[in-house]
């Protein structure tokens, strides 16, 4: 009963938003491996970026629930790229998970400290896998979903996005 009754709400008030990865990775078996793992998950939608020089474009088609990047790739740098998604105002907010095959404690701190929410070995165990993906999209799209019934709330008080103060809208 109380699961119908949160899904009428959810379909009533806000946008239903499906899982979507987006994995940049110049390695084509690795890009094809991930989709592999994934591909029982129909509730999942995977898409893969091979050209780092195409991931923004490619993250602004795709909107993606949650980022996967690997960290070396030509002529880019991973952490670089970590830095951007994170300054980017479409996609600060976007998990990201940092994809790499190089387990040094002082480049995940790194990663962490640059924003990445996560950091993964290549190439993880499946259950792994999706635990961490679903984890990560599920706090996105929740957070995604609050802001828009924040927003519409605010518009039925009249009040807009000032002057209306409450403390399950902060």
Do not use: W
């Not at 951007?84 to 790499?100: A, G």
């Not at 929410?117 to 990560?136: G, S, V």
Request: net charge negative; with cysteine; aromatic share 8%.
């Amino acid at each position: 009963m109380y699961n119908h009754d949160v899904d009428a709400i959810v379909d009533q008030y806000v946008t239903r938003i499906p899982v979507s990865v987006l994995l940049i990775d110049d390695e084509f078996l690795i890009g094809e491996a991930m989709r592999i793992k994934l591909s029982s998950e129909t509730d999942i939608i995977f898409n893969y970026c091979k050209e780092p020089d195409k991931a923004l474009e490619t993250a602004i088609g795709v909107q993606p629930t949650v980022i996967m990047l690997d960290l070396v790739m030509p002529g880019v740098n991973g952490l670089t790229m970590v830095k951007f998604f994170k300054s980017s105002e479409d996609f600060r907010d976007v998990p990201l998970i940092v994809l790499s095959a190089r387990e040094e404690p002082e480049l995940k701190k790194k990663a962490i400290a640059l924003g990445a929410n996560d950091y993964m070995i290549k190439l993880p165990d499946k259950t792994d896998l999706i635990a961490r993906i679903r984890c990560h999209s599920e706090r996105y799209i929740f957070k995604q979903q609050r802001d828009e019934l924040v927003m519409k709330l605010r518009a039925l008080s009249g009040q807009g996005n000032e002057g209306f103060s409450s403390p399950y809208l902060d």
